[in-house]
């Protein structure tokens, strides 16, 4: 297909509407409008109901939110054990059996995990984490694959009143130690390591390295998986399974404040040094059930797959606490999706029977790349809804994911929200709502957005800065040690909101179209990665003089991240060695794709860098103004250096 032909597709897409079948409604939680009308009457009153339906209070709240802005509670004075509403209270109502996870190795072995096994062995790690003197109100870290016992830390964390930090596994020692330190965390719960593409990659070794320099750590725990050497140091280095072999088995759930705060969550800033996203109890998982239960309208014999990863928001609200806390049956994958085939999610989705699939846009684009006959060789007819997260859903991978997953039958839930959010945002409920492809149409009941001018005036039609007009119950309750920055980063922008970084525009239906990040905040693969961060980590190369980042469209990674570079005088460094070294700053997802070397960045006479001359030029776009360069002759170079990269892609 020629490029104008595609041009007039994706045109067409945009007007294409696709409404909920007569068979789907039929069986939907929701349909019509009725619950956004109730929430439109009385949004407080609204999300009071959702927690009395969907939690189990061992005490009711005085006041439904206390708002001092930009400071929230909510449910204020009520108590709950997150754990016993994601474990015990399944069990207790006899679904002890119910399958929480079914798990998948890469390798491919698996494991069965019913509530009332998880409900066990997270007791006794709950045990394991007093025993080592964790107490309520500590933070605990955990660096782990994707394994069933990130979940297990995470819960038990959660019963006793511990706030866990998890640190995705691909983070690198430098970040880790940070966080560990940032958090001033006790015990740090890892494994000897994971597998990823066929292979074993180490944790524990990496771990090693961060914990050189964490002081506040006083133990280790480590979970066998990998089954890769790694040393033990004496007194702080425990085996997982030698000390739940004696751990007691009873460990009762303790009712907390609805505000104890549940974990920290790091991601990157638009200065370099990461933020700990701080989410408390009760607020927290009255949205990400709520969100979970009617985004994806929920069933009771439901096998639901989200592809995240728990190092991510979207895998502690969308794997473990929405779904738990719904009693919901998972899936849950260990490994990336071309091991051994490229058609590895179509087989488990037919393995399982998967009936709810929750993706990135990033990993729809990459199986476009690897073609139709993958999806083709499996029996996909279990599935009923799909989701998007991450990042925007072009059309056409929208109308992809539709035809070639959902069998052109399922709805697609696109659900825009954030670390900071907790829960989602803005999404059709599949039931409800005629959705357009592309487009995460309108904000969930209870949720209070505007898109705004310049200016903070409201805007009705056209594009603009998405903000939140109100608290919700799963927004952030801070940055940890930190509230100047929160003030400043979040409610700093807007006069009396909550600017969320992202462009949006709203279409003559009212229909809202995120456009991505407006600040230095790159997007890849789904992963928020600032252009700061990457340059301090190019800039401590001792080679490396002066750097400069930018996000630039990429096809599938939607944005790929570009870096200009100017060495230091007579020094030298391979290309490939210095994205290794930010690979070891920062991890592997931060590497850029490619890298510039360059006698000068192009800088205004103050001396500042003009980055958006730099994405115009990783974009191959036209140049608009450059009469502020101090020196137009750079820019030029750089282009042409550019369009020698693109011609050799
Ligand atoms: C982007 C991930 C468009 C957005 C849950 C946001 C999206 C950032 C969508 C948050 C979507 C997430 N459409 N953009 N459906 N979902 N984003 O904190 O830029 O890792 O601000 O949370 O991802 O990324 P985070």
Same mark, same amino acid.
């Given at each position: 297909?020629s490029d104008s032909a595609n041009t007039i597709d994706?045109?067409?897409? =945009? ?318 994958? =260990? ?55 991450? =990042? ?114 709203? %279409? ?42 930018v996000g630039a469209n990429d096809a599938t990674t ?90 050799? %892609?």
């Open positions: 297909m994706a045109l067409q897409w =945009e007007n294409r509407r696709f409404p909920p079948s007569e068979e789907f409604k039929q069986q939907a939680l929701v349909t019509g409008t009725f619950m956004y009308d109730d929430a439109a009457a009385d949004d407080e009153g609204f999300w009071a109901r959702q927690a009395a339906d969907l939690l189990d209070w061992n005490s009711e709240w005085s006041t439904i939110c206390e708002w001092n802005l930009p400071f929230a509670k909510w449910f204020v004075g009520g108590t709950l054990n997150v754990s016993y509403n994601c474990l015990d209270r399944h069990v207790l109502a006899g679904r002890g059996d119910k399958v929480a996870f079914h798990w998948e190795g890469e390798p491919g072995d698996s494991r069965t995990i019913t509530y009332a096994d998880l409900l066990a062995e997270t007791q006794r790690f709950a045990n394991v984490l007093k025993g080592l003197g964790v107490t309520t109100g500590d933070r605990v870290n955990i660096y782990l694959p994707m394994i069933p016992e990130a979940a297990v830390a995470m819960l038990a964390c959660a019963r006793i009143g511990a706030a866990h930090s998890v640190v995705f596994g691909g983070f690198s020692a430098h970040s880790l130690r940070d966080r560990i330190n940032d958090a001033e965390a006790k015990v740090l719960i890892t494994a000897d390591g994971g597998y990823r593409r066929g292979e074993v990659f180490a944790l524990k070794p990496v771990a090693d390295e961060a914990l050189a320099d964490t002081p506040s750590i006083t133990d280790v725990v480590v979970v066998r998986r990998g089954g890769n050497d790694v040393e033990m140091q004496d007194g702080r280095d425990h085996w997982y399974h030698d000390l739940m072999a004696t751990a007691d088995a009873d460990c009762p759930a303790e009712p907390m404040d609805s505000e104890q705060l549940l974990f920290l969550l790091y991601t990157s800033g638009t200065t370099g040094k990461p933020k700990g996203i701080m989410h408390t109890s009760g607020g927290y998982l009255t949205q990400v059930a709520f969100t979970h239960k009617y985004v994806f309208d929920l069933h009771d014999d439901d096998v639901y797959w989200c592809t995240a990863d728990v190092g991510w928001i979207t895998g502690h609200s969308y794997i473990v606490y929405g779904p738990l806390a719904n009693g919901a049956t998972q899936v849950m994958y =260990e490994g990336v999706p071309n091991f051994p085939g490229n058609d590895r999610f179509w087989a488990i989705i037919a393995k399982y029977g998967v009936t709810k699939f929750y993706t990135a846009p990033t990993a729809i684009r990459t199986f476009m790349k690897w073609g139709t006959q993958e999806p083709a060789k499996h029996d996909l007819s279990s599935l009923q809804v799909l989701g998007s997260v991450g =990042e925007p859903i072009n059309p056409e991978a929208w109308m992809w994911y539709h035809e070639h997953i959902g069998g052109g039958r399922c709805p697609i839930v696109d659900t825009w929200w954030q670390t900071e959010t907790g829960g989602v945002m803005i999404s059709p409920l599949p039931g409800a709502t005629t959705t357009k492809p592309g487009s995460a149409t309108f904000p969930l009941p209870g949720i209070g957005m505007e898109v705004v001018d310049e200016n903070g005036a409201r805007i009705e039609r056209g594009g603009g800065y998405l903000t939140l007009t109100r608290p919700w119950p799963s927004m952030l309750r801070g940055i940890w040690g930190d509230p100047q920055r929160y003030a400043e980063t979040y409610w700093g922008r807007f006069d009396g909101r909550y600017f969320a970084g992202d462009g949006a525009k709203l %279409d003559d239906d009212g229909y809202l179209w995120l456009l991505g990040r407006v600040d230095d905040v790159m997007n890849v693969s789904g992963h928020r990665i600032s252009t700061t961060e990457v340059e301090s980590a190019l800039v401590a190369h001792p080679s490396v003089a002066e750097a400069a980042v939607g944005q790929a991240i570009i870096a200009y570079v100017t060495l230091r005088g007579g020094a030298t460094v391979d290309e490939q060695d210095l994205r290794q070294f930010v690979g070891e700053e920062i991890g592997h997802i931060a590497k850029p794709k490619t890298i510039y070397f360059t006698q000068e960045l192009p800088k205004t006479r103050s001396g500042k860098i003009m980055r958006r001359l730099l994405r115009d030029v990783a974009e191959g776009r036209n140049l608009g103004d450059t009469s502020t360069l101090a020196d137009a002759n750079v820019v030029a170079e750089l282009q042409r250096r550019a369009a020698e990269t693109a011609s050799e %892609d």
